[in-house]
């Protein structure tokens, strides 16, 4: 039973490029979190997805950051036009639809995907 | 989300219980606490929750007072491994159809394992 998948696990990009996070989430869950933790700092909340819907984006930049989770496929997190200040760690999270009885969330992490813009 | 209140740095001995306290005051009567901990570079990883009740695992135990105002949770027998940051969450567990549902991280403690 695979856990969270990232990749790329470390992506270098030169400022004005595109980068593209992929996570793959644990089977059988069809919640999809994104964190990012700039260097030296904790974890802050970007956004919220299930399949083929932004439930929560609150934590997003207003510009340069899309996310996606399609019916098919991983989750796309996606940052066009780098720039120096998106260097950090980017961390996918899954869960459960947390049942009526449960009463309790748990988020699986990925290892994360490491972004550097020279 | 209700907040948390941590110390940031605690210092144990390898084979000792390492203590790490954590102060919610303003817990709502829904909310659960949840701790999750990351070791350097690596992605965080869930330790325990609970509602009310103590609660154990396999990694750790949570207690949590009667008032639900603090918990502690207890690493029986830390050993190198366990030194990372720890982070105490309170939340919603119940999913209601809308909104926030991440975990909202604060600074955590940074728990340094001795030899």
């Known amino acids: 039973n695979a856990g969270v998948m990232q990749n790329p696990r470390h992506l270098v990009r030169r400022r004005g490029q595109e980068a593209r996070l992929r996570c793959s989430p644990m089977?059988?869950?069809?919640?999809v979190y994104w964190y990012r933790q700039l260097p030296e700092e904790g974890l802050k909340f970007m956004v919220y997805l299930q399949k083929e819907n932004i439930i929560d984006e609150s934590g997003m930049p207003k510009e340069r950051f899309s996310a996606e989770f399609p019916k098919e496929g991983p989750s796309i997190l996606r940052i066009q036009q780098v720039v120096r200040g998106d260097s950090a760690a980017y961390f996918c999270?899954?869960?459960?639809?947390?049942?009526?009885?449960?009463?309790?969330?748990?988020?699986?992490f990925g290892a994360g995907s490491r972004l550097t813009v020279l | 989300d209700a907040k948390t209140t941590q110390p940031p740095s605690m210092d144990c001995a390898e084979g000792r219980a390492a203590n790490l306290p954590c102060n919610h005051s303003t817990i709502s009567g829904n909310e659960y606490v949840y701790w999750y901990r990351q070791i350097h570079s690596q992605g965080p990883q869930y330790i325990i929750h609970?509602?009310?009740n103590n609660e154990t695992n396999e990694m750790a135990s949570l207690i949590i007072t009667e008032d639900r105002k603090s918990s502690t949770l207890i690493l029986p027998h830390a050993t190198l491994r366990d030194t990372a940051v720890y982070y105490c969450i309170v939340r919603v567990a119940m999913y209601s159809g809308g909104g926030a549902d991440g975990l909202t991280f604060g600074k955590g403690t940074h728990l340094i394992i001795q030899p």
């Open positions: 609970g509602l009310k």
């Open positions: 999270a899954s869960s459960l639809i947390p049942g009526q009885s449960s009463g309790a969330n748990v988020l699986t």
């Open positions: 089977k059988g869950h069809s919640h």
